[in-house]
């Protein structure tokens, strides 16, 4: 006679218990996932900086900021760079058309050739000097 520690109606229900993950394997399923989120975010902040100082700096006009604009739009026009932080590398990652954005970027700046605007990078403006100016400007 064969015993079983289930009950007549809980045949067959022990195929439907959920499978058990032990903390070390949940955890490491969240390491690896803020790993991944990590070097997006880096990505996307290397994007980000490299278009802003491409557009900040393509009509400089003093060495530096020539020679910044010269390594940003060296770095959109690359194609075949097969380094980590390769502007279609980076792109990829971030799931961003490479052609598309280096087009959009290419047209911005022939669109301004004629005429320039100075832009200033966001990250670059100190914070307190932004709340300064937006004060005086609601007093003035």
């Not at 290397?46 to 020539?66: R, W, Y």
């Not at 940003?72 to 990652?93: G, H, K, M, Q």
Request: aromatic share 8%; proline share 5%.
């Amino acid at each position: 006679m064969e015993y079983s520690l289930l009950a007549r109606d809980d045949r067959g229900t022990e195929f439907l218990e959920p499978d058990v993950m032990t903390p070390d394997q949940f955890f490491g399923l969240l390491r690896r996932r803020s790993w991944q989120d990590g070097e997006r975010r880096l990505m996307a902040a290397v994007l980000q900086d490299g278009i802003e100082n491409f557009q900040k700096h393509a009509f400089a006009t003093d060495p530096l900021g020539k020679e910044i604009f010269d390594v940003e739009r060296s770095w959109v026009v690359a194609r075949n760079d097969p380094s980590l932080f390769a502007f279609n590398t980076v792109c990829e990652v971030l799931d961003i058309d490479p052609d598309c954005l280096r087009a959009g970027l290419l047209r911005w700046l022939e669109q301004r050739k004629d005429d320039p605007v100075r832009l200033q990078a966001r990250h670059l403006d100190d914070p307190r000097r932004r709340v300064e100016r937006v004060a005086l400007a609601a007093v003035g």
